[in-house]
């Protein structure tokens, strides 16, 4: 009887709420062949803009970044676009290039670098 009734019943739509925090990243660390191609536009990005060994940038709210360099040569960027974003880049050793871009919301990203010579980029996105 109550699933007969129930039958004629209009019942409200249940939904799932969308997926809150989420993220993507893409990293890029190409083996010592690519590497120094890597870092050779790197380097040239730096020039052109007028950049020296390394620099943060962050445009929004909540955003926190820290950047060490030991060594020489060293050369790192950190851009964040958007809201809550962490990240850190450490490198040590010499001639060492990577770049950390995060949009969007709530990402971290904590790049280490050692050694001679490693390029890399990491590319986030959060939602």
């Not at 129930?6 to 809150?20: N, R």
């Not at 990243?25 to 060994?53: C, Q, V």
């Not at 974003?85 to 670098?113: M, P, S, W």
């Amino acid at each position: 009887m109550i699933c007969a009734a129930l039958a004629g019943t209009t019942l409200p739509a249940m939904t799932t709420p969308a997926m809150a925090g989420g993220s993507v990243s893409f990293n890029l660390a190409p083996p010592a062949e690519g590497a120094d191609l890597l870092s050779t536009g790197m380097r040239i990005y730096s020039m052109y803009r007028g950049l020296k060994n390394g620099e943060i940038r962050q445009n929004g709210e909540g955003n926190a970044a820290g950047l060490y360099q030991g060594g020489r040569g060293n050369i790192g960027f950190i851009r964040q676009r958007g809201q809550d974003h962490r990240a850190t880049l450490r490198q040590t050793g010499e001639d060492n290039a990577y770049g950390i871009f995060q949009y969007g919301r709530g990402t971290q990203t904590d790049v280490e670098q050692r050694g001679y010579g490693q390029s890399g980029l990491t590319f986030s996105y959060g939602w």
